[in-house]
């Protein structure tokens, strides 16, 4: 089985565990992947990492490299990419400190480099994006989880906003008319450009607030962290399942 690629979020800069072979400067037709891209193991297991703010620099959500990003990892032959997003709680099962694997999304994001369809190819590029996350990912995020024991919501509808600030609370009481679940501003168009290339796509969100104006307490980014240091332990634990359920497979 060819290796899958992780796509680290805010909080995880470097994949704790990942023994790095080398390091890959991938050259796209879109520009430079936010950083080098990681290719190692994790335990016997073959994996590629890649830090999509750029880590230890900061690209904000809106000026990543979505693009070469994702065209960089289908280049390097992986079988599926799991993204690592970090979000708002906006549902009441949504509270600070739970993991979440999202079936479905919203993206209210605009002006970023969504799709690789540039109009050359004579014919338009129309993905079915009914569901937005590859089914069979997913479902071996959730078996994952269960077999190592890794509290989680198995579905949600993740909203994908512009940033990088965050939202009013009259965004958010939208957004939960909407129907969202969590609120974050990096699952797309990662998710529709992996879409496009046919690598398999999947997102673990770590709730790591409550969303605009759902809590009396200020948001802090002090509290943020905090939150993000203790759910990237839980992330790794899900993640090494993953990996072993993948080998025994």
């Not at 004579?122 to 509290?151: K, N, Q």
């Amino acid at each position: 089985m060819r290796p899958l690629a992780i796509i680290g979020g805010t909080g995880i800069d470097e994949l704790e565990g990942l023994e790095v072979i080398r390091d890959h400067r991938v050259s796209t037709p879109f520009g430079d992947t936010s950083r080098p891209i990681q290719e190692g193991r994790f335990g016997n297991i073959p994996l590629y990492f890649l830090q999509r703010h750029g880590s230890p620099g900061a690209i904000p959500p809106h000026r990543i490299n979505y693009r070469a990003n994702v065209w960089a990892l289908k280049s390097l032959g992986v079988d599926g990419i799991v993204a690592i997003n970090s979000v708002g709680g906006i549902s009441s099962a949504m509270r600070p400190g739970r993991l979440v694997i999202p079936d479905q999304v919203i993206d209210y994001t605009w002006g970023r480099e969504h799709t690789f369809d540039e109009g050359e190819a004579g014919e338009l590029m129309h993905i079915d994006f009914t569901e937005p996350y590859h089914r069979a990912l997913r479902l071996e995020l959730l078996a994952a989880a269960d077999s190592g024991g890794v509290p989680h919501e198995a579905s949600g509808v993740h909203g994908v906003t512009q940033g990088p600030r965050l939202e009013t609370a009259a965004e958010i009481q939208r957004m939960a008319r909407d129907g969202c679940d969590v609120v974050g501003m990096t699952g797309m168009p990662e998710a529709a450009l992996s879409r496009e290339l046919g690598v398999p796509y999947a997102s673990v969100c770590m709730v790591v607030n409550p969303a605009a104006g759902l809590d009396d307490l200020p948001l802090t980014l002090a509290t943020m962290r905090e939150i993000l240091a203790r759910e990237a332990a839980v992330v790794r634990q899900l993640l090494s399942e993953l990996l072993k359920n993948r080998q025994r497979a």
